[in-house]
């Protein structure tokens, strides 16, 4: 999803979402050739392509470089590891086809975390890139409809639908069209939320809009940070110029595992930063405490009063961002069963219980797990936050096609012949749910990561 606005004279002051329409890729060092050709011959011919084209769609280019070399690599894979197996028969077109380029960034971004060799980790790693640039990459020309002006969906001051789009629901593809007219109230605002919109109900000025636009510039550089950091787990990428405050970004995306293409949470995210004014001396000071750095020290380093004064700054930092307090400070936002029946669509939430199983259900609610992974051979994992794995047992081919199945069908996808992939987002919990299922693979696979909330 892009940024989109409604008006041509609102200039984003930054805009990482549309930059990736002009990003040209370049294969990772120690990309397996083949692919690393194929990637260079993809991004030589992408101009012309789009995900919005049918004439020009960039699933066509993706098929006619990028599947048919994965497809030659693939097949060099020794097959002596269930991994490789596993590897070997996965079509990532049909992944992207079914699920989307954002299945199957995730897909990818599961598949590199158990990749037994550097040279296809550096392969998964630059096919995943190639599938962000493709979610992304819009038309060389945009052709204006006429009479038609599109909406906007997300607010320019936070990650919430825009009052205009959140009025029209299901009609919010255009706001404006004179064959097929809608109406709506005048007074609502196509660019900003209801807490953002420009004036009140009352005529006079929105003060949180007031507030909003002087602190615009720094929301930017919040979100500038936090899309720089969804690039990586593992390192600071954040370039913020404070190696605390690079530290901190990375904690943060490590926590809450955010994904490049989620504009909405990102920019929501941001907005919180703000609000409760984490600037960089308290990102500092949070990283400083967390290597175990006393006040003292701390307020030498960073040029404060006193430590006195570190201990207010930390005191006024919500529990939620104190991440050099480790799991306790998350205790008020540990894994919560929502039971609301109502709002759970296909299934009951105890049907999805007893198909599951203990051991799964029980690791689903054990805040210390953050990921529930079954492999081809059976096998099945929990991975802590800790880093740690701990094989779980196994589970045979008929019961996880069973759970696989019904959590299908509570996300509402239909596994059918062609599409031997299930992917979607578990909002109870919160996680990730990736799976394929033979003939695609020889047994069932899944793939179950958190979120931190």
Known sequence: MTFKTSRSNINHKINLFKSMTHLKISPLEGC???????????????????????KTAIASLFNRHIETAWKQYAQTLPKTQAYSELISNISFLDI???????????????????SPDTELSATLFTLKNVAIACQFKKPKRRLERRYIEPLAEICYYCGEETELFEALGANNKFWRDKENSIEIEANLSPIFCSRHRSKLPNGNINPLYQSAKRDKDNYDLELTFLLRQTRSNFESLAQSGISEVDQFHLKLQQRNQFAFSDESILKNEAARLRYHKIDNVKKS????????????????????????????????????YRLDLGIKSYESYKFQIQRDNSKLPGIKIEELEIVIGNAIWDA??????????????????????????INAGRIEPAHATSIIYTIAKF??????????????????IPARFTAILPPVTPRPTFFLKKREI
């Open 285 to 320: 000071i949070i990283i400083l405490s967390d290597q175990a750095m006393r006040p003292i020290d701390i307020a030498k380093k960073l040029g404060l009063t006193s430590s006195q004064k570190v201990k207010n700054i930390l005191k006024s930092v919500p529990e939620f």
């Open 364 to 389: 689903l609610r054990d805040p210390k797990i953050s990921e529930i992974n079954l492999y081809p051979d059976g096998s099945l994992f929990f991975g802590y936050k800790t880093n740690e794995k």
């Open 411 to 428: 996300l509402n996808v239909t596994v059918s012949d062609h599409g031997r992939s299930v992917y979607g987002f578990l909002e109870f």
């Open 32 to 54: 397996a050739p083949i692919v690393a050709i194929a990637v260079d011959k993809f991004f030589a011919e992408i101009e012309p392509y789009s995900v919005d084209s049918r």
């Open 96 to 114: 992207a086809r079914k699920n989307e380029f954002r299945g199957l960034e995730d897909m990818i971004r599961v598949l590199l975390q158990y």
